[in-house]
Structures are given as structure tokens and as C-alpha cells.
């Protein structure tokens, strides 16, 4: 049987059956005539989205970025882009879609942040050994004076997966672990400070109305600390630990079920068909 619209939006499950349209906000539609798309476009573009019969919208990262990854490297969690829009803008849009009967799903990044977020910054001031590195994942370079990589680990978007820092006094120091682009250093999840912060960052949308998160790189958050050589042409880096990822969606399903409503979230995941079957535990 085919629901109507308010019959999916009131449905505990209702993204078992909606008709879910992505939308990226830097190209979907422009309301102040500055060549960039931004939220306004979207509230005024409802009409619209109700017309084609979509349930919900997956909004692609609004937040603020250099876009080095087409906003995938986030510099604040909590803030949208001043190119597109503010706070108040985002509130705006969602009441509006929520008005049409039509559900709001955000793009989280929890496998890395900007090379501007205001914890790596924090990392590069700090040093070596630093809390606040620790949030990321830094190691000592081989060779006699640090000089080659901790690993041949390879970067998704091609060439190596480490980028080594100079330190304040200009002398070169650790490398970085960032398994898409440099400007993307990755978490380090072995800390118990970064789930908690993203804890937060999941409560932040959801008090703002939203209905799910759809988790970018979901697989590759718990990374293989013992930090070997991949073999010779294997592309695969030993990230998947699906025992390790279970224990941080959990956190995040207990977050979600916090709120009243079904609230939802959904995985984008590279990993093998074995893994994945995992994940459907």
C-alpha cells in the first residue's frame, strides 16, 4: 500500500518507505542572487520538493569549509557556511519542510575533520605528545631523522596517506594520518574525548528538529594500531574494525533514541561484503 505524505512523515519508520532527495546546498538553488546556493533557496524551493513527492531531503555538508572535499573537510560541526546561510536560516528551512510533511537527514563526517578545525589547530600549537594531538593521529616518521612516512599506507585520493608538519620553530616534526586529502586529518577514535564531542555535535542538530544523520566513511573510524606496511598493490588500508564501530553507533543510537520520534541514520560504507554484513547485526 502507498502512504501519502503525512501518513510517512507520521510513520514510526518512516524511513523504511520515503522517497529521499539529496540536495547539495552550494548548487541547488540561490535566494540572494550571489552565484552560490545557500538555505534560503532551499525554504523557497519547498513548494517544489512537496511537488515532486519527496519525503525527505539529505542535505550534503553546509558547514563551514575551504572545500578541499566539497565541504567534507568540516572546520566547526556546529555552524552552517556564512556563504550559504546561518543558524537562523537552517532553523527556517527546516520548520518550512517540516510544514510540507517532509523530513530533514544531514551529513555527519566523523572519520576526519578540516586542517582548520579549531582542535587541530590546537594539535599543530601543542606538540608531540599532547593531548590535544592525541585527538588526531600523529606518529614519528622512519628513517634516521624521521623523514619517511610511519607506514605506505595510501591516501583514497591518490599518493601517500601521511603528511608530515613543521613544527613552530620551522624544524620538520611529526606526520598526520588523512586517508582522503591532506586538509582532512582523521580522527583519532582510540580517544574517548572524541565520541563525546560528537555526542554533542549530534545533540546540537537534533534540538534544532533535524530527523537523521546519514555517516560519512562509517567504516573507517577504528583504524589498525599496529600500524604495518600494507602488502605490495593491496589498495585496501586495514581500517575495518566492525566490533570497534558497533561500540561508537551504539553511542549514537543511544543519542537518537534520547528524542522522541524515529529519529534515523544511515551509512555510506566502502568496505567489503563481509564487513558490511557485520554492521546488520
Known amino acids: 500500500m502507498t502512504l501519502s505524505a503525512h501518513d510517512v512523515f507520521s510513520a514510526p519508520d518512516w524511513w523504511r518507505q520515503a522517497v529521499v532527495y539529496q540536495i547539495y546546498p552550494r548548487s541547488f538553488a540561490d535566494a540572494n542572487g550571489d552565484g552560490i546556493g545557500d538555505l534560503l533557496g532551499i525554504t523557497a524551493k519547498v513548494p517544489y520538493l512537496k511537488e515532486l513527492g519527496v519525503d525527505a531531503v539529505w542535505l550534503s555538508p553546509f558547514y563551514p569549509s575551504a572545500l578541499a572535499d566539497g565541504g567534507y573537510d568540516v572546520d566547526d560541526y556546529r555552524d552552517v557556511d556564512p556563504k550559504i546561510g546561518t543558524l537562523e536560516d537552517f532553523d527556517e528551512m527546516v520548520a518550512?519542510?517540516?510544514?510540507?510533511?517532509?523530513?530533514?537527514?544531514?551529513?555527519?563526517?566523523?572519520?576526519?575533520?578540516?586542517?582548520?578545525?579549531?582542535?587541530?589547530?590546537?594539535?599543530?600549537?601543542?606538540?608531540?605528545?599532547?593531548?590535544?594531538?592525541?585527538?588526531?593521529?600523529?606518529?614519528?616518521?622512519?628513517?634516521?631523522?624521521?623523514?619517511?612516512?610511519?607506514?605506505?599506507?595510501?591516501?583514497?585520493?591518490?599518493?601517500?596517506?601521511?603528511?608530515?608538519?613543521?613544527?613552530?620553530?620551522?624544524?620538520?616534526?611529526?606526520?598526520?594520518?588523512?586517508?582522503?586529502?591532506?586538509?582532512?586529518?582523521?580522527?583519532?577514535?582510540?580517544?574517548?574525548?572524541v565520541l563525546a564531542e560528537f555526542e554533542r555535535i549530534l545533540r546540537f542538530w537534533l534540538d534544532r528538529g533535524i530527523d537523521g544523520f546519514r555517516i560519512d566513511v562509517s567504516d573507517a573510524l577504528i583504524k589498525d594500531t599496529a600500524w604495518e606496511d600494507t602488502p605490495d598493490g593491496n589498495p585496501l588500508i586495514p581500517k575495518d574494525d566492525a566490533s570497534g564501530v558497533h561500540e561508537i553507533y551504539r553511542a549514537f543510537r543511544a543519542v537518537m533514541d534520547s528524542y522522541d520520534g524515529d529519529r534515523m541514520a544511515v551509512i555510506e560504507t566502502g568496505a567489503p561484503d563481509d564487513v558490511v554484513a557485520l554492521f546488520l547485526r
Open 96 to 193: 518550512a519542510l517540516h510544514a510540507a510533511h517532509i523530513k530533514v537527514v544531514v551529513d555527519i563526517v566523523p572519520n576526519h575533520s578540516s586542517d582548520r578545525h579549531e582542535w587541530f589547530r590546537a594539535a599543530l600549537a601543542a606538540g608531540k605528545g599532547s593531548p590535544e594531538r592525541e585527538r588526531y593521529i600523529f606518529r614519528d616518521g622512519k628513517g634516521a631523522d624521521g623523514e619517511l612516512p610511519p607506514n605506505n599506507w595510501p591516501s583514497i585520493f591518490g599518493g601517500g596517506a601521511w603528511e608530515r608538519v613543521v613544527q613552530p620553530d620551522g624544524a620538520p616534526g611529526q606526520w598526520y594520518l588523512h586517508l582522503f586529502a591532506k586538509e582532512q586529518p582523521d580522527f583519532n577514535w582510540g580517544r574517548p574525548e
